[in-house]
Structures are given as structure tokens and as C-alpha cells.
């Protein structure tokens, strides 16, 4: 099957001294999210209901060319899901998450979807190689939140300094449904578990 290309606008990046955007937010009072388990209370800055912060984003098109993509560019007057993984190449983000996103990807946009994108805290090389490893093409789009501006502005970061493995501070997994910049639905997991935040979980709200 032949890729296709990803449905928004973007920038090449043209050199490494190019200017890049600087996105710019307030951080208000936590806020507590609900899982669909209702033993499990989460907190976050970000809510259902709630326009996502400004962020640029970046990631290496099919041509092998570096481009950013910002916030509005995914998610204007488009639905799109927003996923996020603790790290690239880690066993449950490799196995589970990112490729059931591929999996499911013609069936969410058959329910209106019209981009669906990865986010971790990972640089846009890592990502670049990532899916490479993994075969996949371009109906899921990895994004790389580099310097976790994006997860620190949702509040959403997951310290993993601790971990042996050094992680350092990466993102909580989630997956969200966003209208026209709002989020309608968060499935936000706890730490980098993994119960909420699957494609057939997406798929089976877009289907209720």
C-alpha cells in the first residue's frame, strides 16, 4: 500500500541555525482527570474541555527532510488523536502501543480521524529511526517533543531519573481526542501503564 502523506502544514528546517518558534502558555492549578477506571485519579494541567497550549513539534517526513509541525497545524478545524509513549524502542511502546495505532489507523479514520500522531520525549532522529525499525509508514506521524516543552506545558511529564536504565524526564502515556484544538476525550494513563490509552480504546469511543 502506497504511504500517504500526512494532512497537515509543516517547515522545513533548512539549517541548523534556523530560528525556531517559541511557544509561549500559562500552567494553571492541577486539575484531576479521570481514567475510565474509576479507582484511578490522575492529575494533570490539562482537561477535557480545555484548548491544548501552542507547542512546535518536529519529525522527519518520507523524503528524509526535517520538518516542525505546530500544535494548530495538527489539530485546526481537523479531529485528530494525540498519543504520547514514555520512550521510543521501549517494550510496551514498540510492542502494544505504537503499532496498534497502525493497526487501527484506516478504521479511526474511516470514524472521522483525520491525523493521528505519536508524541514522546525522544529526539526527531530517535523517532526517525524508530520507525524505521518498526517497517511502518506514514498513517501514523512520529512526533518528537525533543525538550518535552509540549508534555511540561500539559502537564503530563513522567520522571523516570530514578529508573536504572536512565530515562531521565520523559512523558505519561496517554491518548487524546482533539476537535479543533480542544480535547474532547484524555485517556491519561498512570506512569507508562498501559490500560486506557490503546487505539481499540479511541476506536471504541469514536464507535459509541
Not at 13 to 30: D, K, M, V
Request: contains cysteine; aromatic residues 6%; proline residues 4%.
Amino acid at each position: 500500500m502506497a504511504a500517504t502523506t500526512p494532512s497537515f502544514t509543516f517547515s522545513g528546517i533548512s539549517s541548523a541555525t534556523q530560528r525556531h518558534r517559541t511557544s509561549s502558555f500559562s500552567l494553571r492549578p492541577l486539575t484531576t482527570v479521570r481514567s475510565r477506571y474509576p479507582s484511578i485519579k490522575i492529575k494533570a494541567t490539562i482537561a477535557v474541555g480545555d484548548k491544548l497550549p501552542e507547542a512546535t513539534l518536529s519529525y522527519f517526513d518520507s523524503d528524509g527532510e526535517l520538518q516542525t509541525a505546530t500544535i494548530s497545524d495538527l489539530t485546526k478545524s481537523k479531529k485528530t488523536i494525540l498519543f504520547a509513549v514514555p520512550g521510543a524502542f521501549t517494550p510496551t511502546c514498540s510492542q502494544k502501543h505504537l503499532p496498534g495505532f497502525v493497526e487501527k489507523s484506516a478504521e479511526l479514520k474511516a470514524k472521522g480521524v483525520n491525523t493521528i500522531a505519536c508524541i514522546a520525549v525522544n529526539d526527531a532522529f530517535v523517532m526517525k529511526a524508530w520507525k524505521a525499525d518498526l517497517k511502518i509508514g506514514d498513517d501514523v506521524v512520529l512526533l518528537s517533543d525533543g525538550n518535552g516543552e509540549f508534555t511540561k506545558a500539559i502537564g503530563c511529564e513522567l520522571d523516570l531519573r530514578d529508573n536504572p536504565v536512565g530515562l531521565g524526564v520523559r512523558s505519561r502515556r496517554y491518548a487524546m481526542l482533539v476537535e479543533d484544538g480542544v480535547v474532547r476525550v484524555l485517556n491519561l494513563e498512570e506512569g507508562g501503564a498501559f490500560t486506557s490509552s490503546s487505539a481499540q480504546d479511541m476506536l471504541d469511543i469514536l464507535s459509541s
